[in-house]
């Protein structure tokens, strides 16, 4: 897969933290999963998952954010009932409601980024690209890999053909100084 820039989120609401952006989370790679709490897969498999990457990684490397993407059953998963939800499953990191152009239409979000369903994954770089998307349950050993091998990567500075400077990701190599050297 080439990677691509991760477009913005479009949330309504935030539970366990103030609202997050891209941009906040920049130097860290992004572990996004969406869910619905009346999804049997997100509750069995993937909002464990999540807990167990938090509880794994360091927090300095990684950041776990929730998106809640309500696709079906409007009516029964407002961020009311969401609310309870998060709080009865103990799930402590970063939450976002996914937004909706209109009332019972596609989450913009979940849209956005091409996703099919829940639960999905999506693995965000420290530059904001995308290097994984994933939809139903990913293993353990294999998510925690890809994972580690992101937080491996580090970015440094080099020069392209047409003398612009861009920035790449290189595993094992710590990061350029002030004068472009590693």
């Known amino acids: 897969m080439n990677a691509e820039q991760a477009l913005p989120w479009a949330t309504t609401r935030?539970?366990?933290?103030?609202?997050?952006?891209?941009?906040?989370l920049r130097g860290r790679v992004i572990v996004l999963g969406?869910?619905?709490?009346?999804?049997?897969?997100?509750?069995?498999?993937g909002l464990p998952q999540l807990q167990r990457v938090e509880q794994t990684f360091n927090r300095r490397d990684i950041a776990v954010i929730g998106l809640h993407t309500v696709f079906e059953h409007h009516a029964a998963m407002t961020p009311t009932l969401l609310e309870a939800f998060l709080h009865e499953y103990r799930i402590g990191f970063p939450v976002g409601?996914?937004?909706?152009?209109?009332?019972?239409?596609?989450?913009?979000?979940?849209t956005r980024y091409g996703l099919r369903g829940t639960p999905s994954l999506v693995l965000?770089?420290?530059?904001g690209l995308i290097q994984f998307r994933g939809f139903g349950h990913e293993p353990d050993l294999a998510l925690g890999?890809?994972?580690?091998?992101l937080i491996a990567q580090q970015h440094i500075g080099v020069?392209?053909?047409?003398?612009?400077?861009?920035?790449?990701?290189?595993?094992?190599?710590?990061?350029p100084d002030s004068h472009g050297n590693p």
């Open 97 to 110: 409601v996914d937004a909706h152009e209109e009332a019972e239409g596609a989450p913009i979000t979940m």
């Open 145 to 149: 890999a890809r994972i580690a091998q």
């Open 124 to 127: 965000i770089d420290r530059a």
């Open 159 to 175: 020069t392209t053909a047409g003398g612009s400077s861009a920035t790449v990701c290189v595993p094992g190599r710590a990061s």
């Open 14 to 24: 935030w539970f366990n933290s103030e609202p997050l952006t891209l941009d906040d």
């Open 34 to 45: 969406t869910f619905q709490m009346l999804c049997p897969g997100c509750v069995a498999n």
